[in-house]
């Protein structure tokens, strides 16, 4: 007899299918998953951060994560990108990752184009070629024409803006984003929203997307999934089965986007208020 491991990868996809909540037509059980978290639960010193989390998320899918602020987002993504280990569990990621965290600043000292070629830098990638990925990006993202400006001449959308060419120049399978779009004026949000779904569609990366804002996730997202308020654990996954594209203003009115955002606010709003009981007591009293 031989004694040949089991091919792995299908490993994954069995196991993936066994944490998916929701039955998967046979078109999509083909399609691997990308992101795997099972039983992750992580603890800082007294705080326990995140509990028992499971998650899968397959190939090409944009996934929206919301919750309270504290309930681990951050955490769990930070785990992801492997700048973390969870304190028990497991969180796999298949593929290349690129990230657009909070706050993420660009290198005041380097110019839009030079700030996006830096990742290809490192990976060792040649001056011409690295530059001309560079200058594809920064065209994707609508900014080739200032491609040799510094980053404090830019605006906070158009700075975002390169941040995401940044991580897409890497050619990510998967893109982990942590609210990305935070300190942004609405009226920016909103058109990065859509930019960043035109991006996305078609492109078959995997999107995990950290947002505060229900509406943007309902805007964005194949599914939405709620975190409880900490330990931080998902308590709700919800697709979105609303035809694309409705990330325009009006697209948000609609009675049917606004029945979805309403159910995930409902069970959001339930842990928002946990979540100030912990902060105000120290432990949750719902
Ligand atoms: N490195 C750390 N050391 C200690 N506590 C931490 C650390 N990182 C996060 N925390 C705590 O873990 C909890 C979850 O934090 P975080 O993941 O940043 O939440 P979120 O992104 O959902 O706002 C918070 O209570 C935070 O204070
Ligand atoms: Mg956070």
């Not at 990621?93 to 110019?111: E, H, K, N």
């Not at 194949?222 to 308590?235: F, K, L, N, T, Y």
Request: proline share 6%; with cysteine.
């Amino acid at each position: 007899m031989s004694n040949e491991q089991p091919v792995r990868s299908s490993q994954f996809d069995v196991r993936c299918s066994e944490h998916s909540r929701f039955p998967t037509p046979n078109a999509e059980r083909r399609t691997p998953n990308r992101i795997l978290i099972t039983h992750c639960s992580q603890q800082f010193g007294t705080v326990p951060a995140l509990s028992d989390v499971n998650l899968a998320v397959r190939q090409g899918e944009f996934v929206c994560l919301v919750g309270p602020s504290g309930c681990g987002k951050t955490s769990l993504l930070r785990i992801l990108a492997g700048l973390a280990q969870p304190t028990s569990g497991t969180a796999h990621l298949a593929g290349r990752v690129a990230t657009v965290f909070q706050g993420q600043s660009l290198f005041p000292w380097l110019t839009a184009v030079d700030n996006v070629a830096y990742g290809l830098q490192l990976a060792g990638m040649p001056t011409g070629r690295r530059r001309e990925i560079a200058i594809a990006q920064l065209r994707r993202v609508g900014l080739e024409r200032f491609a040799r400006a510094y980053p404090h001449t830019l605006s906070g959308g158009m700075q975002q803006r390169v941040n995401i060419a940044r991580a897409l120049a890497v050619d990510p399978d998967v893109l982990l984003m942590d609210e990305p779009f935070g300190s942004l004026d609405e009226q920016t949000r909103i058109l990065m929203q859509e930019q960043l779904v035109a991006l996305w569609q078609g492109s078959g990366t995997t999107v995990l997307f950290v947002t505060h804002s229900v509406d943007e996730a309902v805007a964005m997202g194949d599914r939405v999934c709620v975190m409880s308020a900490r330990p931080g654990r998902i308590i709700l996954d919800m697709p979105v089965d609303l035809p694309r594209p409705r990330t325009r203003y009006a697209d948000r009115k609609g009675i049917a986007f606004r029945a979805v955002a309403t159910r995930i606010w409902e069970t959001l709003e339930a842990q928002v208020r946990r979540a100030q009981d912990v902060e105000l007591t120290g432990e949750a009293v719902r």
